[in-house]
């Protein structure tokens, strides 16, 4: 499985989200966009949107810390 969290250093709810995979053992790659301003334009080709988090698990992304959809791609009981 293939997971991506675009996050900035000062996002609360991007913590949350890299908190709640961590402790699912669910295993991420993270862009900090403001070290890769280049991601930003691959961010907007896939949400339209520049705001964080956006977590792309297998091609599809969620925009924000939204538990329940991340459950439900990731296949957690525990939303």
Avoid at 31 to 54: F, S, Y
């Amino acid at each position: 499985m293939a997971v991506i969290v675009y996050t900035t250093p000062t996002c609360r709810w991007c913590k949350a989200a890299k908190t709640y995979l961590s402790t699912h053992k669910v295993p991420y790659r993270e862009v900090d966009l403001t070290r890769h301003p280049e991601a930003v334009q691959d961010v907007m080709r896939k949400t339209g949107q520049t705001g964080v988090p956006v977590i792309v698990v297998n091609g599809r992304a969620v925009v924000g810390f939204d538990r329940p959809r991340l459950a439900q791609l990731l296949g957690l009981r525990d939303a």
